[in-house]
């Protein structure tokens, strides 16, 4: 059976040593997480998923979920002892502003939880992990009254949340959704409608579920610019915060996936439920894209978390499983063969996974602080620099890193050979799983045209002129320590063409938005590259200074700088080959029309 | 539910205009393969697959087969009355020497008659599909008494063949297998031992089942050295051809897989099971490699096969689903949304779809006329070049074929959003069934070792001069048609990356062999990508011919050359990142010794 372990040394770098996040401890928040903290949280977090959730994670895929005939649905066996400790333990309210009963601490410790959750179990993930959006929507858009009726509970994950967006007949382009909402005499409105692909819908975790939904009002505008926001709770809740009546909406049954079958993903029947709107009417699309953002950040991590865990089991496997003998010669002559951990291209796949996993988990950190700077940064400047920095990486953390996590899951895999292909050994489960991160949450492809359609052009650019400029300062202080420098250069290389894409993009995307369209999702791959190589020079550069100031944990740190040189062999290359792809332009991409696609007989 | 329908005009473009194989019919069993021939064949062929195949996909992927507590094997419901079908129509036969009942027509056709079995059920494919390869080996190997006994019946498939080679504790390392075979008084071996991941190990297809194993004889060398194969029939085969007695062998269970559910993968258990020594003792693993060549080129084939049908549905969907509009501006302005077939990021992926499901086409069956020549050449010269481009494009195809064939099914289900992750629209069950291609018949890591270790170095490096030769003397000729000339030299560039990635190998890999393991990956995809490059050269060349010509189906070459352009300006420019890869070397992969694997708590 494939087992988890936290990689708790991993984040304890990560925050302490490279994001140095007690530097922060003036602003609010912050000054709770000190380094001991941090140690326990991360600790006990990581004992938790470690020993409680992922050995659910094959039961779950096996079992997965059971509607029953009237509309319910039992989550697999021991999943509701799981979130019951989940829920004790306040794993979900770490970053939960205190005033609804959340701890108040900063993002950056929320999200690795939801690294190590995600990681030991995805699907048990899910169930808490869409609340987090809907919470954040309620806050931001919600009235007082929704606020205190709602948030104490969900934060305290008594009640779970939901997203309801998809209809069968569309996803995407949201404009399209048919669900109604009429409006009634007290205020509430009766809402009417089907939505699909909703995870946790319905479960037996929590006694009230709060559905955040979008629909019509009456005679709204038949694009994006008609949709509002509603807040529809499975039990009507009373003023006192008791249940009430039970509203009218069901689970119509659960939708047989590909992966990820502990999570209960329903179709959802609304016949006329009650809902309260939350914000103003017809403006629910910023509300969802509030829910979205938060969502968006956590999708990316599963990308990287299911990479983490299927790395984590090939390295098992590659020092347990003996084939053939090292092309150097025996390196166990006295056993029969050497284990497969010898072989280069095993290594190959080895360390791409370790590149990637420790790389993005740095970056998903590093973007869960500008997520708490553009709120508590000390200077304006501070935050409008954090909310630049959150918003282009936005894309990028959930686009390119589910593309590559589900990469690696799948090289991962390949390490087993045929074992790999069987149920039992678990590998395949991590490919099945992780494979919907690039789909939900808006596929990859809406999030390539997020990156280059919209926040590449805001504000005349200021986004990616404030990350070129970070980047650029880094490489320069890291082209003094000579130990780094050759590195620098090369991720000066890569950064180059990231740049030259961007000219690219600027002189040719206004005669044709084609142009746009075709190169997104090479140029979402070169920025994910170059901000990668962001954080390992940053690694390696405290992992230098560290040695150099006779560090305890040598190896440790002589490992982050070997696998920052690997990264730079083996990531960076790839830029240049995707600028020259990117300025090929749309020409060949969109010649043929639709008869050149048929098969012809 | 996804359909399928062959694709028998490329097809016949590839076979009467590409490889243009009338040309060849001065060669034994190429004067009957007439283009009216072919157009029978293959039409007959794309009918069969696309009705009576294709629907029994999903049927297959849902039920799986069953195991009963006798060991017997039921396949799903339908596989055995179009197993008949397909047996009746000689499907199995096309290529098979006329001595023992085949029709002795070029490998070519055979091939593509697997590629459509293949693609509308691949888990049908593979009862059928491992039959050849144990023909082959018993072709090349076995005495006249053994080829007179069973080859009649498994070429017309009243009995099937498998392969037996993995055990438990070893599968690319076979010197290690511990499956014993003791001779008998009468000439026979007592057979003895476990083997695991058999293909089509045991069903209801046939009433007999010729099974070659892999087993080492009393006081063989504990290495490959001491390896022999066996035929062990399911019941042994009276002299007269009847059926005798029951072997003592069985199907101890079924492997529970990621996918090729309707496939019966068993393990296989052999108690004393009488079996017959083919060839030499302890020469099994040449008989071996008879077997696994044919099969792996199968399995490249299996590679692009699943991509295939991918793509049709995947294509059929992106006209049929609504969601946003063109970035050029509406395109359906009287539809409320246009269909996502004009987004570029969706022709992106379909273009990269049909650029390498018909690059490969093209490559396979060039590969499938090399094995012709290789025995039926017109000169030695003719027959040598042939053997040498076969034996380097045989793991190029498998290797390269299939990881790029599972991106491409990735990406086709990646087109329908949600509703790919569901089960009922079929396209995750083509990404879940394409998985096993990268794995089976030697991992793909294999593979690119068999390319660099073996194939690259052979006689001194004929056979990669011979190719090199070969795409030169096309380009140069190339290079004088003005149409094709740009994409002649991109193609050009690329092979000056393949060979100065050659030029490296040879220059340091001597000083430390694991610099070949490190770059034989990389070199693996570079060859695959110019290989498919030199197919688009060929096509374009043929139909900008054709179109000067004024041939009739214009749109058809015109999409050639289209996609030729689209080849060189997406699939080129991974060549020179690949090598600058290659070029990095072992140092940076192999620094790290396993503790800095293992995940620090």
């Not at 649905?73 to 970053?95: C, H, L, M, N």
């Not at 995805?122 to 809907?134: D, I, N, W």
């Not at 940053?538 to 006779?550: N, S």
Request: hydrophobic share 40%; net charge negative.
């Amino acid at each position: 059976m494939p087992t988890y372990t936290a990689p708790t040394r991993d984040a304890r770098f990560i925050i302490n040593e490279v994001l140095d996040l007690a530097s922060y401890n003036n602003l609010p928040g912050f000054e709770s997480a000190t380094p001991d903290m941090i140690d326990t949280v991360v600790n006990e977090a990581g004992k938790f998923c470690s020993e409680v959730l992922a050995p659910l994670n094959q039961v779950g895929d096996k079992e997965g979920c059971t509607r029953h005939d009237d509309g319910s649905v039992t989550t697999p066996t021991g999943f509701k002892d799981a979130f019951e400790q989940y829920r004790e333990s306040g794993w979900g309210t770490i970053s939960q502003p205190e005033e609804f009963g959340g701890q108040g601490m900063p993002h950056v410790l929320g999200m690795l939880i939801e690294e190590f959750v995600g990681t030991a179990n995805q699907a048990f993930a899910m169930y808490p992990g869409l609340t987090g959006g809907a919470v954040a929507a309620i806050l931001a858009k919600g009235s007082d009254e929704q606020k205190e009726k709602y948030l104490h509970k969900m934060i305290a994950n008594e009640w779970l949340g939901t997203m309801n967006l998809t209809e069968p007949h569309c996803g995407t382009d949201l404009g399209m959704i048919r669900t109604k909402a009429v409006p009634q005499a007290d205020g509430s409105f009766a809402i009417t409608g089907t939505k699909i692909f909703i995870s946790a819908g319905e479960h037996d975790l929590t006694e009230n579920i709060i559905h955040l939904v979008l629909a019509k009002t009456p005679g709204a505008p038949d694009s994006s610019k008609g949709i509002s926001l509603f807040i529809v709770p499975k039990f009507l809740v009373n003023d006192d915060g008791s249940l009430g009546d039970r509203n009218s909406l069901q689970c119509g049954s659960i939708e047989e996936k590909m992966g990820i079958h502990g999570n209960s993903t329903c179709v959802m029947n609304y016949d006329g439920a009650t809902g309260w709107m939350v914000g103003e009417e017809n403006k629910g699309l910023a509300a969802m894209f509030i829910m979205m953002n938060a969502a968006r950040l956590g999708v990316g991590i599963q990308g990287y978390a299911q990479a983490e865990v299927a790395y984590q089991n090939a390295v098992a496997y590659a020092l347990d499983r003996r084939q053939g003998r090292a092309l150097t010669g025996p390196a166990e002559p006295e056993a029969q063969a050497d284990p497969i951990f010898v072989h280069a291209d095993v290594r190959r796949m080895l360390m791409d996974a370790k590149a990637y996993t420790e790389g993005m988990r740095a970056l998903a950190l590093w973007g869960a602080l500008q997520v708490d700077l553009t709120h508590k940064g000390a200077t304006d400047e501070d935050k409008k620099k954090a909310d630049q920095i959150i918003s282009l990486l936005t894309p990028v953390i959930k686009g390119y890193g589910t593309d590559k996590g589900f990469d690696v899951a799948v090289n991962m895999q390949q390490v087993f050979g045929g074992h790999g292909y069987i149920q039992e050994w678990g590998m395949e489960q991590y490919v099945r799983d992780s494979r919907i991160a690039m789909i939900y949450e808006g596929t990859n492809g809406v999030q390539a045209m997020d990156l280059c359609g919209r926040k590449l052009a805001q504000n005349g650019g200021a986004a990616i002129q404030t990350f070129f400029a970070t980047v650029d300062a880094e490489i320069a202080e890291a082209k003094k320590v000579e130990a780094i420098a050759p590195f620098a250069e090369k991720l000066e290389k890569a950064l180059g063409e990231q740049k030259a894409a961007t000219m690219w993009f600027m002189q040719n995307a206004m005669q044709n938005p084609d142009h746009l369209g075709a190169g997104a999702h090479h140029y979402m791959h070169i920025m994910g590259i170059v901000s990668l190589g962001l954080m390992w020079l940053r690694m390696a550069t405290v992992a230098q200074a560290k040695l150099d100031g006779g560090a305890e944990d040598k190896a440790f740190y002589e490992a982050k700088l070997a696998t920052a040189r690997y990264y730079g062999d083996r990531f960076l290359p790839d830029a240049g080959a995707l600028r020259r792809k990117l300025e090929a332009g749309a020409d060949t991409m969109m010649a043929l029309g639709e008869e050149a696609f048929q098969t012809a007989a």
